[in-house]
């Protein structure tokens, strides 16, 4: 398998653990994550660093030295070179030693660590340092693994022992979307609608005038509001409402004047018609009096009606 598979192996469990304590890893401390418990690590080993450690400890163990072949060997030799890059000048090993004394993988392991503790602890801060020293000191990591006993002291009395079972984990905050649902108004639309429609059944064409214009208003009045804009939106609502409100007015106002006006149209009418007269007068000629200048005369009107002669 090739490097770049194990480096991959070694960063995918460093974000499972990432992931499950909500911790993000800065590169010392997922150095020092990767050192086991004695070096102050949490035992997150690293496949990439321990590989070798283990090509050692398996080829030696399974192959006596007087069958290696030469491939085995020079394959055997590469992995020695590697493990020797990775680890100080003392604990450096040669083919011949691992051929004669086949190593374990766990001693081979430690003296890889112990390398990776000493390369960060010269790399640490002050305050890191003594905190290391602390966690690599003989039985110093001991404390995770103590028990509980009234023997030593450690009792805890039962409101204190359930206090202590309380595990809080912290978890990254979720991301959540919030969808805030704005209801448009109505803004007298529908009223607008209503007496404009009245207005064409009843015949109040005039008060079109203003339902027509209520109507435009109030569906502007709904686009701002749709749009956030509440102020203008009640504005024109309350235009809108002013409009229906004197088409009503105006509607009974012109219909109080057609009515009024027809009455004093009939009044009018009546009395022309009742003082209604005429006359009218001719001359001819009298057969009795043989005379050319007789008149005669006539007058009519409703309340009396006469005839007169002349005769001259």
Known sequence: MSESVFSQFDNDVLHCFELSSAIELTLPAAKQASLNLCHGGLGLRSLHRHTSAANISSLTTSMPSDNCSVTSKVYLLATVNAYNAMVSQPDAISVESVLDVPPHQHALSSHIEEADF????????????ARLQ??????????????????????????????????????????????????????????????????????????????????????????????????????????????NIAAIVLYFVVFII????????????????????????????????????????????????SSTYYCY
């Open 118 to 129: 000493n390369s960060l602890f010269s790399d640490a801060t002050t305050m890191t340092k």
């Open 134 to 243: 602390a966690f690599s000191a003989p039985q110093g990591h001991a404390w995770l693994k103590v028990q509980l006993s009234p023997k030593l002291g450690l009792a805890l009395m039962p409101d204190e022992a359930q206090s202590t079972t309380n595990v809080v984990v912290v978890q990254p905050a979720a991301v959540t979307t919030t969808t805030v649902v704005h209801k448009v108004g109505d803004h007298f639309y529908t009223l607008s609608i209503v007496m404009t429609i009245l207005c064409c059944v009843c015949g109040g064409w005039w008060a079109l005038l203003c339902t027509l214009p209520a109507i435009t208003l109030a569906s502007a009045a709904k686009t701002d509001d749709a749009n956030g804009n509440t102020a203008a939106a009640t504005q024109k609502g309350h235009i809108a409402l002013g409009l």
């Open 258 to 305: 057609i009515v009024a006006a027809s009455a004093a149209s009939n009044t009018v009418s009546a009395t022309s018609s009742s003082s209604y007269s005429y006359s009218y007068s001719y001359r001819y000629y009298c057969k009795i009096c043989y005379s050319s200048y007789c008149t005669y005369s006539y007058s009519y009107s409703p309340s009396y009606s």
